[in-house]
C-alpha cells in the first residue's frame, strides 16, 4: 500500500489530519512515572522516565492502525524525547489550535486579531509583507513526519494526558521535577555525553505551548526546583495582554529561558518586558544583536551540539533567527 | 519495504558489520543515512519502525527512537 504523504499541501501545517490522528487514542494513562536506567547502547539513548499506557486490547494493551493498515501496540510513552536536533532531552505536547487537540491558543491570526493589542510589540499581521508566512502555519510539527506518524501523536496526546490529570491532582511540579532530575546523575552525564548530549539542559516545548496560567506556573517551579539545569521554551502566549501581565508579575526564573517568537517569517523577534529576548525565521542572515542559529548552516549532522552552541538557553539578551530552512 | 529504504538498512548493517564497536550506532546512522538520502519524509511509520527492528533498534525503544527521528528537521 501507498504511503500516506499528504501531498496535496506539504508545507502546510495540517491541524485537520493531525486532529484525526489525535483521536485515534483512547487508553488510560497511569499518572505514576515509571523509570528505566538511560543508556547508550547499539542503537543510541534508550531509558529514562516513561508513561505507562493500557487500553482495551489483549493484556489490556492499547493498539493503534498505521496509515497503512497494521496494527501496533503502543505500551508506553517516553516522557522525553532525546532530540538529537537539540542535543538534550525535551518535552513535546500536541501543538497548533486548541479546537484540533493542540496547546498553541495563539497559533490562528483569528486568535490573535480578536486580542489586539499584540501590535505593541510587533507589526500587525495585516502588514505582513508578500511571499512572507504566518508562522504557525508551517510549523514542523503540524506536517511531514509528525503528520505521517500516527505514533508521533498518540504519544502527545498521552503527555497531554498526564499533564492533565497530574495539574489536577497536585502532583505536576513533583513528578516533572524528578523525572528531569533523574538525568542529573554522574553516570548518565557521561553515557549522555558520548552522544553529545547534555542533562544540564532541557527544551519545554519542541511541539506546543503553556496552554494555561496554571501550566506555565507549574513549569516556573519546576524550573526552580532545578537551578542547575538550563531550560529554554518558545512561546506565542504573550500575543495576550493577560499573559503579558502574568509574566511580569510571575517571571520565569533566571534558568528558564522564555522567548516569545514572532508571528511571520521576516517580523523582527518580539522584545517583551520580563522575557529572554525573542525568536524570529526569516530567510538568511540577520544583522547584530540578532543571533542566527548555526544549527542549519553545516554539512553533516545538524545539531546544538555540533555546532557548539548554547544561546537559546544561556544567552537571554541575544533575540535569535532560525534561518529558514 | 520501500525498496529505497531497504537500501539503506542494508548499507547501515553494512557500515556496522565492517565496523565493529564504531562511533556512531546503528539507530542514528539510519536515522542520518534517511535523513541525507533525500527522502525523509517519504516512508512510511511501518516502514521505519521495520527499519530501525532490523538495524536492531528493541520494541521497547523503536517509538521514541522514530520521535527523534521525526524530530530532526
Known amino acids: 500500500m501507498r504511503p500516506e504523504v499528504y501531498e496535496e499541501n506539504p508545507a502546510l501545517a495540517n491541524w485537520d489530519r493531525l486532529s484525526i490522528n489525535r483521536a485515534v487514542f483512547d487508553g488510560d494513562v497511569n499518572a505514576e512515572v515509571q523509570y528505566r536506567r538511560v543508556a547508550v547502547g547499539k542503537v543510541g539513548i534508550s531509558g529514562g522516565p516513561y508513561l505507562k499506557i493500557t487500553g482495551d486490547g489483549p493484556g489490556s494493551t492499547f493498539t493503534y492502525t498505521t496509515a497503512t493498515g497494521k496494527q501496533r501496540p503502543y505500551r508506553n510513552s517516553t516522557l522525553f524525547t532525546w532530540t538529537s536536533k537539540m542535543s538534550c532531552a525535551s518535552f513535546s505536547l500536541p501543538a497548533g489550535p486548541v479546537k484540533q487537540g493542540g496547546t498553541c491558543p495563539a497559533s490562528t491570526v483569528a486568535a490573535i486579531e480578536k486580542e489586539g493589542t499584540y501590535t505593541e510589540h510587533h507589526p500587525p499581521i495585516s502588514t505582513q509583507p508578500a511571499g512572507q508566512v504566518f508562522i504557525c502555519d508551517v510549523c514542523y510539527a503540524g506536517k511531514g513526519r509528525y503528520l505521517m506518524y500516527k505514533s508521533m501523536s498518540i504519544g502527545q496526546v498521552v503527555k497531554l494526558a498526564w499533564v492533565n490529570e497530574t495539574l489536577r491532582d497536585g502532583t505536576f511540579v513533583r513528578k516533572m521535577s524528578e523525572a528531569i532530575g533523574s538525568l542529573l546523575d554522574d553516570e548518565i552525564e557521561e553515557y549522555l555525553a558520548r552522544k553529545l548530549v547534555s542533562n544540564k539542559f532541557f527544551r519545554i516545548h519542541d511541539s506546543g505551548d503553556f496552554f494555561s496560567p496554571e501550566y506555565y506556573k507549574a513549569w516556573v517551579a519546576v524550573c526552580r526546583n532545578l537551578p542547575k539545569v538550563s531550560f529554554w521554551a518558545p512561546t506565542r502566549m504573550w500575543v495576550y495582554e493577560k499573559w503579558r501581565a502574568l509574566f511580569s508579575n510571575y517571571p520565569p526564573p533566571d534558568n528558564l529561558a522564555l522567548r516569545p517568537s514572532a508571528l511571520f517569517t521576516s517580523a523582527p523577534p518580539p522584545s517583551i518586558e520580563g522575557l529572554a529576548e525573542g525568536s524570529t525565521s526569516i530567510e538568511g542572515r540577520m544583522p547584530a544583536p540578532v543571533w542566527n542559529c548555526p544549527a542549519y548552516e553545516g554539512e553533516e549532522e545538524h545539531s546544538c551540539a555540533a555546532a557548539r552552541c548554547r544561546v537559546c538557553w544561556k544567552s537571554q539578551s541575544k533575540p535569535v533567527n532560525y534561518m529558514t530552512h | ?73
Not at chain 2, 539503506?8 to 565496523?19: F, L, M, R
Not at chain 2, 542520518?32 to 536492531?56: H, P, Q, Y
Open chain 2, 1 to 73: 519495504m520501500d525498496a529505497r529504504l531497504s537500501k539503506i538498512v542494508k548499507g547501515v548493517q553494512g557500515h556496522v558489520q565492517e565496523n565493529p564497536g564504531g562511533d556512531v550506532d546503528p539507530g542514528t546512522l539510519l536515522q542520518l543515512e534517511v535523513l541525507r538520502s533525500g527522502f525523509k519524509d517519504t516512508f512510511s511509520e511501518d516502514d521505519m519502525i521495520d527499519a530501525a527492528e532490523a538495524v536492531g533498534v528493541s520494541k521497547d525503544d523503536v517509538l521514541s527512537w522514530l520521535e527523534d527521528f521525526a524530530s530532526y528537521l
